[in-house]
């Protein structure tokens, strides 16, 4: 069954350093997107990516953050000068089409920012 | 703006029924989507409404009234492996992007 990939499933970081996060979505699926989720809290949407173009961002995905789909399959998520608040599971998912709400998500990436 | 709102928390035997509702304030909507997460785990989809109504997938069903902005995810026969947070999002934009509410975690007791 295909699935999506996220790698690293935990970092490590000093805060204020470059961190970039990858995940390989589902090969035919149109839609990508990235969320996080601070522990114990809900999943909160960052943006979403389609058409090789950012469609939509939060008021959290500010001028720290960058995404990038640089050939065809890998899809990244940067931060930039990372701070503590930035600690939290990120979550890439990617979704088939416009006429379904099955989101499937990758299992994960753990930052830990000290 | 967008928001959510589910009960925080839910208890129930196994065996039992439980029902998890969902309100909410959205613009751009196209549907209503269930997940379950597992502590330290990726949501898993669970169920999606886009039109009002019913829909059944073995011990899971779902429910939306658009006109009332109103869902509700059912279990059934519950199992102890049903403990995990439940969450309701919102489908809407033109990126079909989901809006997660707070999620209800349930507790499912022998």
């Known amino acids: 069954e295909p699935e999506v990939t996220q790698t690293p499933s935990h970092q490590v970081t000093q805060m204020g350093q470059e961190v970039i996060l990858r995940c390989v979505p589902i090969s035919n699926h149109l839609y990508f997107y990235w969320y996080r989720q601070i522990l114990g809290q809900k999943v909160e949407f960052l943006v979403s990516?389609?058409?090789?173009?950012?469609?939509?961002k939060s008021e959290i995905f500010d001028d720290q953050f960058s995404v990038e789909r640089p050939d065809g399959s890998n899809f990244t998520l940067k931060i930039r000068s990372t701070k503590l608040e930035d600690s939290a599971m990120y979550f890439c998912?990617?979704?088939?089409?416009?006429?379904?709400?099955?989101?499937?998500f990758g299992e994960g990436s753990r930052l830990t920012v000290l | 703006g967008q928001s959510l709102e589910q009960p925080s928390e839910v208890t129930a035997v196994e065996g039992a029924i439980v029902q998890i509702n969902c309100t909410y304030q959205?613009?751009?909507?196209?549907?209503l989507s269930w997940y379950q997460q597992h502590d330290g785990g990726a949501p898993t989809f669970l169920s999606y409404n886009a039109l009002d109504g019913l829909e059944e997938t073995g011990r899971f069903s779902s429910f939306l009234s658009r006109s009332d902005s109103y869902g509700y995810l059912l279990l059934q026969e519950l199992q102890m492996k049903d403990s995990a947070s439940y969450f309701c999002?919102?489908?809407?934009?033109?990126?079909?992007?989901?809006?997660f509410g707070s999620g209800t975690q349930l507790t499912v007791l022998p």
């Open positions: 999002a919102v489908v809407s934009g033109s990126a079909r992007q989901l809006t």
């Open positions: 959205t613009s751009g909507f196209y549907g």
């Open positions: 990516f389609y058409n090789n173009e950012i469609s939509e």
């Open positions: 998912a990617s979704l088939r089409g416009s006429n379904t709400g099955e989101l499937f």
